[in-house]
């Protein structure tokens, strides 16, 4: 028997499928009145409804899994606490910095990040990388749509174009002598890698070529110190997507490669990167990720500073510009039902060559022997579509001097921004550092009152105190799906968003993906007061 909120979310879900199921309507049109399904290009008819067995992980308490079944009788998997906790926590990474190999100190503590899945598989990637030979951490979100391929292709590539970019001339020339050599490259980068992170290792060597062609033309600039980090971060955005829409209209002889280079071009992804140097922080965002500071006042109090703006529709600015970058005849059209063209709601995006090609370019790649379908490529031009490119990768690059009242950083996609505003999730941040930092308290040394009582209990049972989250983006997640229209946490509401089956989930809530980087507030102050070092870091008493 299923609870009442599961049982309402469940059957809500079900007449709506069987009414577009039955008017033959797009799976992707239809759930943008629910929820933010970015692409339209990728439009297909909701697949017949799949079940599949539970399955035991071996251990004493049967494993949390995906449900994918839309019969009534098989939905009664209802998740214990224990089993709510094992789903939310599966995707936690979290690191010390002092654990990464930096050549100077920095102002971030450390990070914590985690990645909920709502499409199968999931679209979102992240990544967090040390510039081994220019200094400073990157902490990246990308969140792709159509489709994985794009988001994992710039994750794994566009933290090599930045620390390229910010290369010294003498560092670019050791590196192409050790190609020539056929020696050895210098490190450049130090990764931590996040669960389930992978690479894709049959093409690397062609991202490599593409690479060192990138720092040969750097090389030809003639810069001693590399490029600025605005300019760094704004080519690098640039050149990457220039290279993923190249690869794939040059003649490619491996199949895996050609396959894979088409379905990155094809499919698309934003991006948010966020880098760290001492107490200089820049963020480039380009798309509808987002990344927000936690600022704690001279009071006491706490507020948000916004680093980014979202690129989309209800950006004035953004409109402003698609109407400056193309003919007065199309002012009406290429903003439609809230999307670019009516198909895409995010402005700007790497990959999606749909609407930065011509039409004829498209036909000629599309017409080399590529079996489309296999590939999950949809072949489709918008209406209206004259005067490509309509979608660009360039970012906007936000600076920001950290002062010592900045206490985090948070990345996310817009997964988490759908359903909880800025300030929000500020407040979650601090009341999660609270707790984890402050005893529960003790009802034995207190007035046992009714009242009291009853008061704890609630708050057991809605913030899980028995077993507290460690990680702030796993307590963003259990809030961002578990909030009800109160505002409050309800414990069977998050059980039954964890349960929805798979071709169910993303009509109730998008992929979220989440990393918040804290700041040591004395290294940074010690920084201002210009100190010649900055002092060790020490665990914050929270």
């Known amino acids: 028997m299923c609870t009442t909120v599961s049982c ?13 199921q039955g008017s033959r309507r797009f799976y992707s049109r239809w759930i943008s009145s629910r929820t933010k399904s970015k692409c339209r290009f990728f439009s297909q008819a909701l697949p017949p409804p799949r079940i599949m067995p539970p399955r035991s992980s071996g251990f004493g308490t049967p494993k949390a899994y995906r449900h994918t079944s839309t019969e009534e009788d098989d939905f009664h998997l209802q998740l214990s606490p224990a089993q709510v906790n094992e789903v939310l926590r599966a995707g936690e990474s979290a690191l010390k910095i002092l654990d990464l190999d930096r050549r100077a100190p920095n102002a971030v503590l450390r990070f914590e990040s985690n990645q909920l899945a709502a499409n199968s598989p999931v679209e979102d990637r992240r990544g967090v990388a040390a510039c081994l030979q220019t200094g400073g951490l990157m902490f990246g979100i990308f969140d792709g749509h159509g489709g994985h391929a794009c988001a994992q292709a710039v994750s794994e590539r566009l933290f090599y174009y930045v620390a ?15 190609m020539e050599s056929m020696k050895p490259l210098l490190p450049i980068l130090q990764w931590h890698k996040h669960p389930g992170a992978s690479i894709y290792k049959d093409v690397t060597s062609v991202h490599l070529d593409h690479l060192r062609v990138y720092w040969q033309e750097l090389l030809d600039l003639h810069m001693e110190a590399g490029l600025g980090m605005e300019e760094a971060l704004t080519y690098s955005f640039r050149r990457l997507d220039s290279d993923i829409s190249l690869e794939i209209q040059a003649p490619l002889e491996d199949e895996v490669t050609r396959n894979l280079s088409l379905q990155v071009a094809f499919s698309g992804a934003t991006a948010c990167l966020a880098h760290v140097e001492g107490v200089h922080l820049h963020v480039a965002n380009t798309g509808d990720c987002r990344a927000i500071l ?8 706490w507020s948000c500073v916004p680093l980014t703006q979202d690129h989309n529709a209800w950006n004035q600015a953004e409109l402003s510009r698609l109407k400056r970058e193309h003919p007065e005849s199309e002012d009406r059209t290429i903003i439609m039902d809230d999307r670019l063209l009516g198909v895409l709601m995010p402005c700007r995006a790497f990959g999606d060559v749909q609407l930065k090609w011509s039409r004829e370019l498209q036909r000629s790649v599309l017409e080399r022997g590529f079996d489309t379908e296999a590939l999950n ?24 001097r950290l002062r010592p009242q900045d206490r ?17 999730v500020v407040r979650l941040v601090v009341e999660h550092l609270t707790e984890a930092g402050c005893h529960q308290p003790d009802v034995a040394q207190r007035p046992t009152k009714l009242g009291l009582m009853q008061d704890l ?8 105190l028995h077993a507290a989250d460690h990680n702030a983006a796993t307590h963003l997640i259990r809030h961002a799906i578990g909030t009800n229209e109160y505002g409050e946490l309800e414990p069977e509401r998050l059980a039954a968003m964890l349960t929805l089956p798979e071709d169910l989930a993303r009509m109730y809530r998008d992929d979220i993906t989440i990393t918040v980087v804290y700041f040591d507030s004395d290294s940074i102050d010690a920084h201002h007061r210009g100190r010649q070092e900055l002092p060790a870091q020490r665990p914050r008493p929270w």
């Open 294 to 301: 936690g600022v704690q006042e001279d009071s006491g109090g």
């Open 408 to 424: 985090f950083l948070v990345l996310a996609s817009d997964g988490l921004w759908d359903v909880l505003d800025n300030d929000a």
């Open 8 to 20: 309402w979310v469940f059957n809500s879900a079900r007449n709506s499928i069987a009414t577009v």
């Open 377 to 400: 490529i949809y072949q489709f031009t918008p209406p209206h579509y004259y005067t490509p490119p309509y979608l660009t990768a360039e970012p906007e690059v936000t600076y920001h």
């Open 457 to 464: 209990l609630l708050q057991r049972k809605a913030k899980g």
């Open 164 to 178: 390229v970019s910010l290369m010294s001339h003498q560092t670019l020339e050791q590196m192409e002598a050790a």
